[in-house]
Nanobody
Framework: QVQLVESGGGLVQPGGSLTLSCTAS????????MGWYRQDPGKQHELVALITNSGTRYGDSAKGRFTISRDVAKNTMYLRMNSLKPEDTAVYYCNADGFRNAEYESFDVWGQGIQVTVSS
């Protein structure tokens, strides 16, 4: 099994910054992509940022403010969020997909989610 553990959420004032982390553990042969998604009650589940072996992609709300990065050796992904706005308030979910073994048995897993609240 592959598990994801998220950390770094919390309460921050508008204009502030937070860094989220997501660490994958378990039966991992390789990771193809890791990403952050978020969902606020009443809103759709949306892509925040994605990092693959080919590069990065950001949702419109994250462009210019958020930066995604990855430490391959540690199976850990980071999301640096700057200039946070109240509308960034949501539960942020980590996702990872890859292969468990050399036989290319795949996995696609989600973290439990972490709350980010932007409020004065």
């Amino acid at each position: 099994q592959v598990q994801l553990v998220e950390s770094g959420g919390g309460l921050v004032q508008p204009g502030g910054s937070l860094t989220l982390s997501c660490t994958a553990s378990g039966s991992i042969f390789s990771i193809n992509a890791m990403g952050w998604y978020r969902q606020d009650p009443g809103k759709q589940h949306e892509l925040v940022a994605l990092i693959t072996n080919s590069g990065t992609r950001y949702g419109d709300s994250a462009k210019g403010r958020f930066t995604i990065s990855r430490d391959v050796a540690k199976n850990t992904m980071y999301l640096r969020m700057n200039s946070l706005k109240p509308e960034d308030t949501a539960v942020y979910y980590c996702n990872a997909d890859g292969f468990r073994n050399a036989e290319y048995e795949s996995f696609d897993v989600w973290g439990q989610g972490i709350q980010v609240t932007v409020s004065s």
